[in-house]
């Protein structure tokens, strides 16, 4: 074993300006997730994840899409996704259909009750979006976070899987 000691270099620690900005947004983000899943779960009995692979589905081409894009696209490893949308299921929300093409692969599909629970849920999710978030805002402000947003989610994009 080699004892040479390593250099490395030294911590850059956050100024007050970029903790405040930095904790802020860990703050503001845990706060608005956890508000948002109390609406939706007191107005349509919907967790956040429920309405997030409701919502895929919908916009999705003949509202279905591969269980593997779909646990790509929440950023969920296939097996915890494939527990969830058993759950949803198990409620009429979707269904499951084999992939003709690839025997592994499987489809999750949108049933006519999940799309109407999607319409119930959707009006009073926007609205607590709106309310808790975006009418907070002026146009600069949106139009600055849409910006730092698509700055990082670039720079997220290009790191390995």
Not at 81 to 97: D, E, I
Request: a negative charge; charged letters at 25%.
């Amino acid at each position: 074993m080699d004892d040479t000691p390593t250099t490395t270099r030294p911590p850059r620690w956050l100024n007050d300006h970029e903790m405040r900005a930095w904790l802020g947004y860990r703050r503001m983000r845990a706060l608005l997730d956890l508000q948002l899943a109390r609406r939706l779960a007191a107005d349509q009995g919907l967790s956040e994840p429920d309405y997030d692979v409701l919502t895929s589905l919908s916009d999705a081409e003949d509202h279905r899409i591969r269980l593997s894009e779909l646990a790509d696209r929440m950023l969920w490893s296939k097996s915890r996704l494939s527990h969830h949308v058993t759950r949803m299921q198990q409620r009429g929300l979707v269904t499951r259909q084999e992939c003709a093409s690839d025997g592994r692969g499987a489809f999750i599909v949108l049933t006519n009750h999940g799309m109407a629970t999607l319409h119930a849920a959707a009006p009073d999710h926007v609205a607590a979006v709106r309310e808790h978030f975006i009418d907070l805002l002026t146009e600069d402000q949106l139009r600055i976070l849409g910006d730092l947003t698509d700055t990082v989610l670039a720079h997220l994009r290009e790191q390995p899987a």
